[in-house]
């Protein structure tokens, strides 16, 4: 009997996916279709979306980092060839930029953007004391942002009742679509730190490393503004792909930066000597 059921069962289900698979390809995709809109899906892709976007934020951090970690040191280095011609003295300048500089970048990206979180995050609050305070100047606010983006008088009004009704929602909205600003900034940035500090110590080695393996300074320095040049125009390319900008523009514009910023500092280091008579 047991056996026999088990059978029973086993046909069922066999019978189920052969009506499953004798489906028309139409109606498999509207299947496929309304599990893809299931809520759970709908949610998972929406924080999954959510966390790439913060991801490409690190983004900034890596270009800025690196753009620094070039021309600042290729600044230094070629202004420190061009004023003593001294190879050691070139490499000691170099590494001991490179390290403060990425360590001051680090630094500097975790306090600031800290304080601007602690100032986002007062400001916030202050819009929820005020929403508390004066609810029908806030729902006026709301009903005028809302007109502002299009929506009709009366639309509005519904919109922003409707929103009232869930302070949570409503605060959210009001501080992302007044203050523009997110309703939870992250007061802690070590990611961001740590990407700047890398990036910058990473960049810094591309103007400095001719200088270990080509004694003659002159020799040296047209290698290191190659490889710097060279390390601008990826940096270029990478600015680019991540804007959907025009591959040659970006990376011509990252290149005439850099090219400036060492022309810059080789000049400066060979006339400011000779005017203080060295």
Do not use: C, W
Not at 143 to 163: H, I, K, P, Y
Request: charged fraction near 20%; hydrophobic fraction near 45%; avoid cysteine.
């Amino acid at each position: 009997m047991y056996e026999s059921d088990a059978q029973a069962r086993e046909n069922e289900r066999a019978a189920v996916a052969g009506q499953d698979a004798a489906l028309p390809a139409s109606d498999q995709d509207k299947q496929s279709d309304a599990s893809a809109h299931d809520p759970h899906s709908v949610k998972q892709r929406l924080f999954a979306e959510r966390m790439r976007i913060e991801q490409l934020g690190r983004v900034r951090q890596l270009v800025f980092g690196s753009l620094d970690g070039l021309l600042v040191p290729l600044g230094v280095v070629s202004a420190v060839a061009g004023g003593t011609r001294n190879t050691q003295a070139i490499i000691v300048a170099g590494i001991a930029e490179a390290f403060a500089g990425a360590l001051s970048m680090g630094a500097g990206e975790f306090i600031s953007g800290r304080s601007e979180a602690q100032v986002q995050r007062s400001e916030i609050e202050k819009e929820r004391q005020e929403i508390e305070r004066d609810p029908e100047f806030e729902k006026a606010e709301m009903r005028a942002l809302l007109e502002n983006e299009g929506m009709s008088a009366e639309d509005a009004a519904q919109v922003t009742e409707t929103f009232a009704r869930y302070p949570d929602s409503y605060h959210k909205t009001m501080v992302e679509k007044e203050l523009g600003l997110q309703v939870d900034p992250q007061t802690v940035k070590t990611p961001e730190a740590l990407t700047m500090s890398a990036s910058y110590l990473v960049g810094s080695f591309f103007p400095l490393i001719a200088y270990f393996f080509l004694p003659p300074v002159p020799q040296a320095l047209v290698v290191s503004i190659l490889l710097t040049i060279l390390a601008l125009i990826i940096v270029g390319v990478i600015k680019g792909r991540l804007a959907n900008l025009n591959l040659f523009r970006s990376a011509l514009e990252v290149v005439v930066v850099g090219t400036a910023s060492a022309l810059g500092g080789y000049l400066l280091g060979v006339v400011i000597p000779h005017l203080f008579g060295f």
